[in-house]
């Protein structure tokens, strides 16, 4: 591997330790938290947003207002008190007051998310019908049903309005299925090549029911 190759180093949770010193596995779990520094939440003011990391404790967890799992990336507040955490993204319902205000007049720069993800879908073209969650979609967290909303089938994270997505072709508007992958390349959402890199779906994941092959 070249040295100056930027996943140079970078390790993975099937590192074998085996074939590997200790002094050596140790090195490169240092390099790997450098590339995924820890947040010192401790050490951060209530009032300063912290970025959520892959080792934040709270990443994958369920915020307790808007009901939508923390993914990396994610912007939020930390509440070290009641060990508490909410998004500080505006298009969620939990944004507080005055970032949601200011994000009111960014709708070019929605414009431009919009175009981006519209163009590299048409570059590269999923292999089977592809869905925008709309605003209200059932799939998305309602905090006040109780009900736990569904996850992505790859990464475990809850769906957010606008995400692009593949259903379940056996009975994709019954919630009796309805099962979804992310396929969002633009916000870095590739569940669905990585969980079928065929293309294709022949068993339903959740009823086990066989399904025709929705390859196009």
Do not use: K
Request: a negative charge.
């Amino acid at each position: 591997m070249r040295l100056d190759d930027p996943n140079a180093g970078r390790t993975t949770g099937d590192t074998d330790r085996a074939t590997t010193s200790a002094e050596e596995f140790e090195m490169l779990l240092g390099i790997e938290a450098g590339y995924d520094p820890r947040p010192a939440e401790e050490d951060t003011d209530p009032d300063t947003p912290v970025v959520t990391g892959l080792s934040s404790w709270w990443n994958h967890r369920l915020c307790t207002v808007c009901g939508h799992s923390f993914r990396r990336g994610d912007r939020v507040r930390v509440d070290r008190a009641s060990r508490t955490v909410t998004h500080l993204d505006p298009a969620l319902h939990c944004a507080v007051p005055r970032e949601r205000d200011s994000a009111a007049g960014s709708g070019d720069g929605d414009a431009e998310t919009t175009a981006f993800s519209e163009g590299l879908l048409a570059a590269w073209p999923p292999p089977v019908p592809l869905l925008r969650i709309p605003p209200g979609d059932w799939r998305l967290p309602n905090p006040q049903t109780g009900l736990r909303a569904p996850v992505c089938l790859y990464c475990g994270h809850t769906f957010r309005a606008g995400e692009y997505v593949i259903v379940c072709p056996c009975r994709p508007d019954e919630r009796a299925c309805g099962a979804a992958v992310h396929r969002d390349p633009a916000a870095g959402l590739s569940c669905w090549e990585r969980w079928r890199p065929d293309g294709t779906v022949t068993v339903c994941p959740v009823t086990l029911a066989r399904v025709r092959d929705r390859r196009t």
